[in-house]
Nanobody
């Protein structure tokens, strides 16, 4: 069983920055691929970013490319999402998700993930 706890959400003005963190209860965390998803009110859940087990490959959705950056620290069992240039349309609940991985792939579909955090709210005001 893997427990994931997100933190770092909040209210920010458009153009501002936030850093989300996802802390995992397991070690070694390098056994797990991780993704960040978000869900805005009335919309489906969408992938924001994903990272492979040891961070060699990273994915960012087109809507956040150049503004968001995913990273991980396996020694600390954490994955972070640095968000800058925030826009009102980035307002959503952000979730981290993890799955055990034996290959060097990242995963973009929510059904591929086994464990989820409780989510953290990000609100961007204009």
């Amino acid at each position: 069983q893997v427990q994931l706890v997100e933190s770092g959400g909040g209210l920010v003005l458009a153009g501002g920055s936030l850093r989300l963190s996802c802390a995992a209860s397991v070690r070694p965390f390098s056994d797990y691929a991780v993704g960040w998803f978000r869900q805005a009110p009335g919309k489906g859940r969408e992938i924001v970013a994903a990272i492979t087990r040891v961070g060699t490959k990273r994915y960012h959705a087109d809507s956040v490319k150049g503004r968001f950056a995913i990273s991980r620290d396996n020694a600390e069992s954490t994955v972070s999402l640095q968000m800058s240039g925030l826009k009102p349309e980035d307002t959503a609940v952000y979730y981290c998700a993890a799955r055990r991985a034996v290959t060097g792939d990242y995963y973009l579909e929510d059904f591929a993930y086994e464990w989820w955090g409780q989510g953290t709210q990000v609100t961007v005001s204009s």
